[in-house]
């Protein structure tokens, strides 16, 4: 023991026992703890130990502070950088320190910062036994060290030669990653540990597999994928650099991700061969520099072994694939040489690439070398159904797309990004998600028969590898291709030979000519390429037209509108032409795309290339029709597609020939029945009704036809009323009605010839006429006598033959309709002139009898007794009443009553209804109109009318008539609208043939009472009109002198008034006074009625105003002194609103109370703001005790205030909108100048232009008052 040592024991004692104890610890933390305490005891001082990089952290051990980065005070940094004893001189306050570096085989590991209190330094022995601590302590913890980093290196290598082992036979990705991320995890017991794999392809790095404490959440809620060059994970894979991001949170490249939140450090290594980048070894730890340098060799290591292994599996996976290519070559070869159906075939093939190539979309087309088409076969993908559905073609010659380019070339064309190949052409249906596409010509000796074509949604989806086995199994495609069309194109043949024989077969068999025309059509289809077919016939007697052309009628089509091929037969003389050449022609005519659009293509609406072939039908030298096919294609038709359809031509001209032979001899015999029953059966009825009935009833029997109906014209009406029907039963049509305004009724009117319907059930609004589309034939004749349209006449014809338009009625078949027609209208004729004569004759004399009593007569009460007295006499009613309309009374007064049924009604006259108390009387006077009411007693009294409440228009009398039926009936007595009362009559079991006359009766004597009745009151109109036009002239004097003659001149103001009335005396009235020599009075008011009573209340109004301003000061206390006293004299509920405002002239000052008046306006020179003032109280005249508010305000110089009544803001444009107080603010602001006469003017202008000529509906005044600026006052 040294002789200064203080100790029991010699310093290098104690020395060697630090040593071993140092020795036996298990951390670096627990080797500080040890110095400190040996420290504190042997030298009553306090210690600190400080690490130092790159000696520590050692392999698997806590962070610990470490210098330099730590932050240690300046004396143990000093220490730390020149290795040396650093000694702190004490000073007053401060204690003594030294810092001691622990060095061993040049190796700083750390300093040993030893204090105590200034009191008590440190001596040279203390410096001295300090510095022998600091060197034990050093070899001990070096030694240490050195052991911990052997078993860790020796762990190291443990787990590479594990990693290595389990990885050497592992050809699965998948799992191969998932056990080496579960060993290193296990190891190290990092955060997380994950392996992503690089697909060059699309620059996207794709999670493999991960193990630590969230990496199973994140494999299962994310489709972990990143962009490469995207987060530290991206970058790696673009550089192909590590990257070691100790502290996550200072690296800019760290992508925080919500599945890891405690990632805190991480080290990304690429994976790589021979510079190539395969994927990305990615670890991460909860806290920050804890992935030491050490695991960081380890797992460059563990990157290698981990990149090989991947590539083997690359390579393993890519030998499978291409054995699987292989065996499916060989498989889809052997399947398309197993069938020679077109479609299984070409099924089998796009399922097979499906299968074992994976490519997303697959087409396969075929090529028309004639037609110069490609044309879509099958496929897979989400585009193949449009693909089918639209029958996708492509032109063999287009210069774009790489199909055509294929088609043409021969020759196989990859394009791994379509965004750079100048050939593709983007798909026009979605989804529009190519990026790679690749096609393969299907070629045979030569010959180009189709095209496979792959797409892909990946950049670089194919790979040039696939290409030879694509080739070769798209040559075993080809020639199944080549098989299946030879063997399809022996049985269409066959096929044709049995339509052949199937046609030959319904001719012998005298089948009807449009059913069998139909299944030539059918047959034509079965066996050619068309998607429309249609065949003309020659009319019978073989003329020609003006201009030379064949007169021809459609007679079948198949796959065309019929009405479309007519309308453009009729409109088109391009279209007649043409079929009137093909007639002539003796062998098919087949259209190239040079020729002109013919009528199929025409009607189908094809591009100018469409295919045609036109065949004439002949029997023998005689021309009868042409058939044509028509395909939307080109180069559909060649040499055999014409024999074909001459074929099938000829069979159809032989059953033509025959069947017209057949008919012919028929059709005289059955002419001359139905003229001669049609004949018989006019001449036997009676009366217009029987003979119709009878027509309707006879012509189905005759002819044939499937409907028809009569009717009868009235012109006064402009309408047909149908008087009889056959096949309509229909209860709705009993009265059915037809007016001259339906195009087809005004098209028979103005042409008087048969009208043609295309569209019965639209055009007539007749559900009932409705015939099936297909052969179906409506035509509406007129009945006509002598140049005069008397009816009309409906037929509807289902045809047999299935064609419609007007060639279902042949022209007999329509001659005999005209002869009926003609017939029947010369009967109506006959028999409506013999009626005409004696009802005309009948109503002359009523009407004369009625005048004569009317003019005889001197008093209206005579003239009404007398006329009831005679209606009965005249028109054969059973009662009748006359009521008169009391305008003063609002009612009904009756005037006159007679009953013929012995009756006693006279007590009547003189009773007063009220509106409400004769819903039959009011109801006409509402509608000016003849109204009925059905009775069921027919004595009832004429007193019990007033009951009647079950009314109709007289118009619909008729449709609700039945026999033995009770009616009274309204007739207005009024005179352009002006209703003076209503004429009653009650009528039983009356015929409804009488009706219309009987009504022209009633009608003629209701006027000339109507007449008599206005005669009688103008007379008194006259006199008292005199009289109040004069009383009124007076008033409006009257109420003028109420107001100011003259507007006062103020020094400083300035004014003007506009004051106008609805009528001609109003309302409104204003008052301007003044009070005293700078005191100004203001009144602006509105009754709230117009006309007389209104001007009559201002004037009280305004009395009661200037009779309290002179001594009270207060407007408020003014207005409610009026309103006590009006209230008081209030009538009929009229009110005043009130503006009364009293102005200091040389202040500027307003003081203001508004009794419920429209609130006056003030515009702000300075800002051209414009405010309302403030409300007042309630309107004069309502309440007796209403409190009214007063206000004050300051105008300034340039301010204008505007007062006004609700003319203003009431007036109304012609469509009924109001004025309103936003325009008014609106027209204020965009006044011109400054003066209230400018004001005034620009307003009444604004108004007169919304009203638009409309006359005003109330009153209207405006005041209007300016403070002058100083340089303008006078």
């Known amino acids: 023991m040294d002789a200064t040592s203080p100790h029991s024991k010699p310093d290098w004692k104690l020395f060697l026992e630090l040593g071993e104890s140092l020795l036996s610890q298990e951390s670096v933390a627990a080797q500080s703890s040890l110095i400190e305490q040996f420290i504190s005891r042997h030298q009553r001082a306090r210690a600190k130990f400080w690490g130092a990089r790159p000696a520590y952290p050692l392999p698997a051990e806590p962070d610990m502070p470490l210098l330099p980065g730590a932050k240690a005070p300046a004396l143990v940094r000093k220490a730390g950088e020149k290795q040396t004893v650093q000694i702190r001189k004490t000073n007053q306050g401060t204690k003594a320190q030294v810092a001691l570096p622990l060095i061993a085989q040049e190796v700083l590991l750390g300093v040993l910062l030893v204090e105590r209190s200034a009191e008590d330094p440190f001596t040279r022995d203390d410096i001295n036994f300090l510095t022998g601590v600091a060197n034990h302590a050093a070899v001990a913890m070096q030694t240490m060290r050195q052991i911990s980093l052997k078993n860790w290196r020796f762990d190291q290598l443990a787990l590479v030669r594990s990693v290595s082992a389990r990885i050497a036979n592992q050809r699965n990705l998948e799992e191969l990653c998932r056990q080496v991320t579960g060993l290193i995890q296990e190891t190290f017991d990092f955060y997380f540990v994950t392996i992503f794999t690089l697909d060059s392809s699309t620059g996207t790095l794709h999670f493999q597999a991960s193990t630590g404490i969230p990496g199973q959440d994140l494999h299962e809620s994310e489709n972990f994928s990143i962009k490469v060059g995207d987060g530290i994970v991206g970058s790696v894979a673009s550089t192909g650099q590590e990257i070691h991001a100790p502290d996550v949170s200072a690296e800019p490249l760290f992508r925080f991700s919500d599945a890891l939140p405690e990632t805190r450090a991480e080290v990304s290594i690429p994976l790589k061969v021979e510079n190539r980048v395969l994927g990305v070894l990615d670890v991460q730890n909860d806290e920050a520099r804890a992935i030491h340098e050490f695991d960081l060799s380890v797992l460059r290591t563990l990157a290698d072994n981990i990149a090989l292994a991947i590539e083997g599996a690359h390579m393993y996976t890519h030998l499978g694939k291409r054995a699987a290519q292989i065996s499916a070559v060989l498989e889809i070869s052997h399947a398309v040489t197993s069938t020679l159906d077109f479609n299984e075939l070409l099924d089998v093939v796009v399922k097979s690439i499906r299968k074992h190539f994976d490519y997303e979309y697959i087409h396969i087309y075929s090529i028309n070398p004639g037609r110069r088409k490609i044309m879509y076969e099958a496929g897979t993908g989400d585009r193949s159904q449009s693909f089918e559905d639209l029958q996708v073609t492509f032109s063999l010659d287009d210069p774009n797309g790489i199909i055509p380019w294929v088609a043409r070339e021969g020759k196989t064309r990859l394009a791994n990004d379509v965004s750079t190949e100048p050939l593709y052409r983007p798909s026009f249906l979605r989804p529009e998600s190519t990026r790679a596409e690749l096609a393969i010509p299907l070629e045979y000796a030569g010959q180009v028969l189709g095209v496979l074509d792959l797409q892909s949604e990946r950049v670089n989806g194919f790979e040039v590898n696939d290409i030879p086995l694509l080739e070769a199994m798209s040559a075993s495609i080809a020639i199944a291709v080549r098989n299946a069309r ?140 042409v058939l044509i096919l028509a395909h939307p294609d080109a180069g559909c038709y060649g040499e055999e597609a014409g024999l074909i359809s001459m074929t099938f031509a000829n069979n159809a001209a032989v059953a033509i020939q025959n069947t017209r032979l057949f008919t012919s001899a028929q059709e005289q015999a059955w002419i001359s029945t139905i003229l001669f029953k049609v004949a018989e059966a006019a001449q036997n009825s009676l009366n217009t009704d029987e003979l119709l009935q009878t027509m309707a009833r006879l012509t189905p029997l005759l002819i044939g036809i499937k409907k028809c109906a009569f009717f009868t014209w009235d012109e006064n009406l402009l309408s047909f009323f149908m008087k009889s029907q056959y096949g309509l039963e229909t209860p709705a049509l009993e009265n059915l009605v037809l007016g001259a305004d339906i195009p087809v009724m005004e098209q028979m009117i103005s042409t008087r010839l048969p009208v043609f319907l295309e569209d019965p059930v639209h055009e007539l609004n007749l559900e009932s006429l409705l015939l099936p589309k297909a052969g179906s034939t409506v035509v509406i004749l007129p009945l006509l006598s002598r140049g005069k349209l008397l009816g009309a006449f409906l037929v509807g014809h289902q045809s047999e033959n299935g064609s419609g338009g007007s060639a279902s009625f042949d022209q007999q078949t329509l001659s005999l309709l005209l002869g009926i027609a003609q017939q029947t209208a010369v009967a109506i004729e006959n028999l409506a002139l013999l009626e005409a004569r004696q009802e005309e004759a009948y109503v002359t004399a009523v009407l004369l009898q009625v005048a004569q009593a009317v003019v005889s007569q001197n008093t209206l009460e005579d003239i009404l007794d007398t006329i009831v007295h005679l209606m009965p006499i005249l028109v054969g009613i059973d009662a009748c009443a006359i009521y008169l309309w009391q305008p003063e009374d609002h009612g009904f007064q009756i005037a006159k009553t007679f009953n013929n049924k012995g009756h006693e009604d006279r007590y009547l006259e003189g009773r007063q209804y009220s509106l409400g108390q004769f819903p039959l009387l009011d109801a006409v006077r509402d509608k000016d109109e003849f109204l009925a009411s059905k009775v069921d007693d027919p004595d009832m009294p004429i007193e019990d009318w007033a009951k009647l409440t079950r009314l109709i228009p007289g118009d619909e009398l008729n449709d609700q008539y039945v026999p033995g039926s009770n009616w009274v009936l309204a007739v207005p007595l009024s005179v352009k609208g002006e209703v003076f009362g209503v004429m009653l009559t009650a009528e039983a079991n009356v015929p409804p ?102 001007a009559l209340y201002m004037t009280v109004a305004r009395t009661l105003i200037r009779a309290f301003v002179r001594e009270i000061a207060s407007p408020a206390k003014v207005l409610e002194r009026v309103n006590r006293l009006l209230v008081v004299d209030s009538q009929d509920g009229l009110f005043v609103t009130a503006v009364y405002a009293v102005l200091n002239l040389r202040e500027g000052t307003l003081t203001y109370a508004n009794a419920g008046h429209n609130l006056p306006l003030i515009m702000h020179s300075n800002t051209r703001d414009i405010e309302p003032l403030l409300k007042g109280g309630m309107a004069l005249g309502v309440m007796a005790n209403s409190k009214i508010q007063e206000h004050t305000l300051e105008i300034g110089p340039g301010d204008q205030l505007i007062l006004y009544t609700d003319g203003v803001s009431e007036s109304f444009s012609p469509s009924g909108e109001i004025f309103g107080e936003k325009r008014l603010v609106e027209a204020l602001s965009n006044a011109p100048g400054g003066s209230p006469h400018e004001t005034i003017q620009h307003l009444n202008q604004v108004i007169r232009d919304f009203r638009q000529g409309t006359p005003a509906s109330d009153d209207l005044t405006l005041v209007v008052i300016n403070r002058l600026q100083p340089e303008n006052q006078i």
């Open 993 to 1094: 043939s009488f009706h219309e006359r009987r009504h022209e009766i009633i009608n003629g004597i209701a006027q000339q009472v109507s007449l008599t009745i206005q005669n009688d009151q103008l007379n008194r109109e006259m006199v008292e009109r005199e009289r109040l036009e004069k009383e009124i002239q007076l008033a409006r004097q009257i109420q003028r002198t109420f107001l100011p003659s003259h507007l006062p001149d103020i020094k400083g103001w300035d004014l003007d008034i506009v004051w106008q009335t609805a009528r001609e005396v109003g309302g409104d009235f204003y008052d301007i006074f003044k009070l005293g020599p700078e005191k100004l009075g203001i009144v602006i008011a509105d009754v709230s009625d117009k006309g007389m009573p209104a």
């Open 486 to 625: 030879l063997y399809n194109s022996e049985i269409w043949r066959r096929q044709v030979a049995d339509s052949f024989r199937e046609i030959a077969g319904l001719v012998s068999a005298n089948v009807a000519l449009d059913d069998l025309l139909g299944r030539i059509l059918t047959q034509l289809d079965r066996n050619l390429p068309g998607k429309a077919a249609a065949i003309w016939l020659l009319e019978e007697d073989h003329t020609k037209g003006n201009n030379g052309q064949h007169n021809l009628r459609l007679a079948a089509t198949r796959g065309v509108e019929t009405e479309r091929l007519l309308t453009l037969m009729e409109e088109d003389s391009t279209v007649r032409s043409l079929l009137s050449d093909i007639i002539d022609l003796e062998a098919p005519f087949i259209r190239s795309p040079q020729d002109p659009v013919g009528p199929m293509g025409r009607a189908m609406d094809y591009d100018s290339d469409y295919s045609s072939i036109s065949a004439p039908l002949r029997a023998g030298d005689e021309p009868l029709g």
